[in-house]
């Protein structure tokens, strides 16, 4: 299998990565050294196998529902790039 | 008296018991070291007054009648933990100057036990590479070699406990961060088995192969500092709960009638003759110990790293789907905002981690995800599985941490394929969930340190430092040859 540059752009974009026209090229070699090294993995036998989920497996632990950190607005919002009145700034989604 | 940044964590445990020392004074010596020593660019953020305010709170608990083997000692944290008091980066330009509100787990946990935090330790962005020559702020040079890496992604924390810029440092391990700086700087690391510390406040590289351990001159600082650092926290749902037992006690149980196996998988093709002869010595050493020595076979080792090259850029993916430029970190203005995602995305990421992003929505991507993650993680399951079979032969494993020195700055950062081929030995004891540990064991041809790796059963961390503090007892403490580091803070 061997991506091709229009799938290194649909890829960019699913990740929200702008990429642009000679790094798509550069990255599109890269990406075929690298899955050269991944395929490899197709010749493992793994009829039968179950997906690991937690090494040491285990159930999901469920914990009490029970009210137990307050959320410090302000705190949370310091890092934030743009706030206004207690929430996130974004661009215009809708016109 | 041993200059005080050469001392171990359990020396300076008892300069401060005898009130020999303060926690004040020891901190002032590690602060004007790290000064001193900046062209190793080993820390990110260093702020004497945070520094100092902490260890008087030490110097206080003492002073009111506590102890404890920790109250006092400082130490230093990788940059993916995150800290109130410190910026927390990730050596990403994505986070610059963040602050968190809140102390990872394990940063509460040793700051709860009275020790101080000297700064945060450079690394690769987000954890990812080899070599520490992907973080956004520069490299870490090694100690032993100024024109030499420091492995990664911990290149920082193993650089500065070398250096002797912090007496003992926490680190992070996804592929071998924690083992392969260690082993390449002549320090000791140790990877917990998964679930053994929590990862809460630990920023997410790949949640399923992510473990905290310690980076420490010695094995029984490395323990000792395990053993704080390990403990159930229910902000992570994946940390498991088995008591932690007293490892430096364990450590002190030798190894007579202990079976180590020795897997003939791990001989690859191309293996430098002075790699095999330090696995010939350390199996030797066992010996001469008392320790048994089996063949032993793991057949789906070879299949290790292409998995993981499915499942940590997988993980990878997701987790960083959260740099959006909204609630934190960087924002790069756009058209609308899916453009205002995309630049601030290709501003925010260096090189490597914006491709282990594509590779990572590539395999997850509509049609793909069967073929590669769920795949890969049916080969975990059978990587797994040929060590739960060696276990029924063998108490623990031997193999080289790394397949070569420390390389030059340049080498292989051009070439992905040859960055990742560094983690060969590393990555299987993560796609297990196992424990395991690199120990200093000799030096190069060139001069520069080289380590051997145990791999112990699940929740067995303990047999590693048995047999790891055999193999320090032979090999003895590797120190850089410089004299820079051995002068005092005003010697340079």
């Known amino acids: 299998m061997a991506l091709t540059l229009e799938d290194v752009g649909r890829i960019a974009h699913l990740a929200r990565i702008h990429i642009s026209p000679e790094e798509a090229e550069r990255t599109l070699a890269q990406l075929n050294g690298i899955f050269g090294l991944i395929e490899q993995m197709q010749a493992v036998d793994t009829t039968g196998v179950e997906p690991m989920a937690h090494p040491l497996g285990g159930a999901q632990r469920l914990r009490e529902d029970a009210v137990t950190e307050p959320v410090d607005r302000d705190a949370h919002l310091r890092n934030a790039p743009a706030h206004e009145g207690g929430l996130f700034l974004v661009p215009r989604v809708i016109e | 008296m041993t200059a005080l940044h050469l001392a171990s964590v359990a020396e300076l445990a008892r300069l401060l018991a005898a009130r020999e020392v303060s926690a004040v004074d020891l901190t002032r010596h590690f602060l004007d070291r790290i000064a001193a020593h900046g062209d190793l660019n080993a820390y990110l953020d260093v702020r004497p007054e945070a520094s100092l305010a902490q260890a008087e709170a030490a110097d206080r608990r003492r002073a009111q009648g506590e102890s404890g083997p920790l109250l006092g000692i400082p130490l230093a944290h990788k940059d993916i933990f995150v800290t109130r008091d410190w910026a927390s980066t990730a050596a990403s330009r994505m986070l610059d100057g963040y602050m968190s509100p809140f102390d990872a787990t394990v940063v509460e946990r040793l700051g709860r036990a009275g020790m101080v935090c000297l700064g945060k330790l450079n690394c690769d962005e ?8 992907n973080s956004a702020y520069g490299p870490v040079r090694n100690p032993w070699d100024r024109n030499a890496v420091p492995g990664g992604s911990s290149g920082g924390s193993a650089a500065a406990v070398a250096a002797r810029l912090c007496p003992v440092a926490t680190a992070t391990d996804t ?29 997410a590289f790949a949640s399923s192969l992510d473990q905290a351990g310690p980076i420490a001159k010695t ?22 709960a088995p ?3 007293d490892y430096a006690a364990q450590m002190r149980q030798g190894v007579k009638g202990l079976r180590v196996g020795v897997p003939k998988e791990y001989r690859v093709a191309g293996m430098s003759k002075e790699i095999d002869d330090l696995w010939q010595k350390g199996i030797a050493w066992l010996k001469a110990a008392g320790a048994t020595i089996h063949d032993i076979s793991l057949p789906h080792t070879k299949y290790a790293l292409p998995a993981y090259y499915i499942v940590a850029p997988a993980e990878a993916s997701s987790n960083l789907a959260r740099y959006d430029g909204v609630r934190y970190g960087l924002r790069v203005p756009g058209r609308d905002v899916i453009d205002m995602y995309s630049e601030t995305r290709a ?13 990572g929505t590539y395999v997850l991507s509509a049609g793909y995800y069967d073929a590669y993650y769920l795949k890969a993680q049916k080969v975990r399951t059978l990587i797994k599985r040929d060590f739960d079979e060696a276990w029924n032969q063998v108490d623990v494993v031997l193999t ?7 390389f030059a700055f340049g080498e292989k950062s051009g070439d992905p394929l040859a960055m990742y081929l560094e983690d060969i030995f590393t990555v299987t004891v993560n796609m297990a969930g196992l424990p395991g540990m690199s120990v200093p064991a000799g030096l190069s041809s060139e001069g520069t340190p080289l380590g051997l790796q145990f791999i112990g059963k699940p929740f067995d961390e303990g047999t590693l430092f048995r047999a790891g503090k055999v193999i320090e007892d032979a090999a003895g403490r590797l120190t850089p040859p410089d004299k820079w580091w051995q002068s005092g803070s005003k010697g340079r």
């Open chain 2, 400 to 406: 080289p941490t790394t397949p070569s020195p420390a």
């Open chain 2, 243 to 245: 008591p932690t037992p």
């Open chain 2, 126 to 133: 987000f954890a990812m590479g080899s070599s520490n020559e």
């Open chain 2, 219 to 240: 094995v029984e600082d490395a323990a000792i500092l395990l053993g704080a650092m390990a403990g159930y926290y229910p902000m992570d749902s994946t940390c498991l």
């Open chain 2, 347 to 359: 501003a925010g990421f260096g090189k490597e981690v914006r491709r282990r992003v594509l590779i």
């Open chain 2, 175 to 203: 592929g071998g961060s924690i083992r392969q700086p260690a082993a390449l700087t002549g320090t000791g690391g140790i990877k917990p088995t998964y679930g053994r510390c929590s990862r809460w406040g630990i920023v």
